[in-house]
C-alpha cells in the first residue's frame, strides 16, 4: 500500500508540473502575441481548474502558486501576472465552493447557485481592484474620474459572463472528448 501511494503522489507531482509548464508557455506567449493575452492567459487559469478536478484543491493551489511566480519572474509583462493571479484566485475558490459549500443536490439548481456564489466571488475580487488599482486594468486614462470607474465595472461584468461561461465550455469540450476523468 505505501508504494501504491507514492506512485499517486508522483503522479500527482508529475502531472500538476506539466500542467504548470503548459500554463507558463501560454502566459509567455501572451506576452508575445499581445493580441491574445488576456485569451492565453484565460486559458492558463483554466488549467489551475483541471489541476483540481484531476488531482485536487491543493495540487490545483500549488499550480497557481508556481505558475504566478514563474510569471512574475519570467514575464516582461507585469501587467500578466496580475491578471493570472485574478483569475486563478477566482477558479480555486469557485471550485472549492463547488465541491465543499454547494451541497444542492439537483444539478441544474447546483449550477445556477454556483453562479450566484461565482459572481459574488468575481466582485469580492473586481470591485477593489477597480476602485484602487485602476492602473492595472488601464495604462491610459480614457475618461475622467468615476466615469471611468462606472464604465469599467460595467465591462468586468460582463467580462466575468464571458469568462466564466467560457470555463464551463472548456470543461464540456473535455468531458464530450473523454479528456475528463478522474
Known amino acids: 500500500r505505501s508504494l501504491f501511494m507514492h506512485v499517486e503522489q508522483t503522479k500527482r507531482i508529475a502531472g500538476v508540473g506539466m500542467l504548470s509548464a503548459l500554463s507558463v508557455l501560454l ?6 502575441v499581445t493580441v491574445n493575452t488576456l485569451f492565453l492567459t484565460a486559458l492558463a487559469a483554466y488549467l489551475v481548474g483541471y489541476a483540481i478536478f484531476r488531482y485536487g484543491l491543493p495540487a ?31 477558479i480555486i475558490f469557485s471550485e472549492f465552493v463547488f465541491q465543499k459549500a ?3 443536490k439537483d444539478p441544474k439548481k447546483k ?18 481592484t477597480v476602485l484602487f488599482f485602476e492602473n492595472i486594468l488601464i495604462r491610459e486614462a480614457a475618461f475622467n474620474g468615476s466615469a471611468q470607474k ?7 461584468q460582463v467580462g466575468w459572463w464571458i469568462y466564466d461561461k467560457a470555463y464551463r465550455e472548456f470543461f464540456r469540450f ?6 475528463l476523468k478522474k
Not at 27 to 32: K, T
Not at 75 to 81: E, T, Y
Not at 114 to 126: C, E, P
Not at 150 to 156: C, D, K, P, R, S
Request: aromatic content about 18%.
Open 27 to 32: 502566459l509567455s506567449a501572451g506576452s508575445f
Open 111 to 128: 449550477m445556477r447557485r454556483q453562479l450566484i456564489y461565482n459572481w459574488i466571488l468575481f466582485n469580492i475580487i473586481y470591485i477593489p
Open 60 to 90: 490545483g493551489l500549488m499550480q497557481c502558486v508556481i505558475c504566478t511566480l514563474l510569471d512574475a519572474f519570467l514575464n516582461p509583462d507585469k501587467f500578466n501576472f496580475f491578471v493570472y493571479l485574478g483569475f486563478g484566485i477566482y
Open 102 to 104: 454547494n451541497k444542492i
Open 150 to 156: 462606472w464604465i469599467l465595472l460595467a465591462i468586468g
Open 174 to 179: 473535455l468531458r464530450e472528448r473523454k479528456l
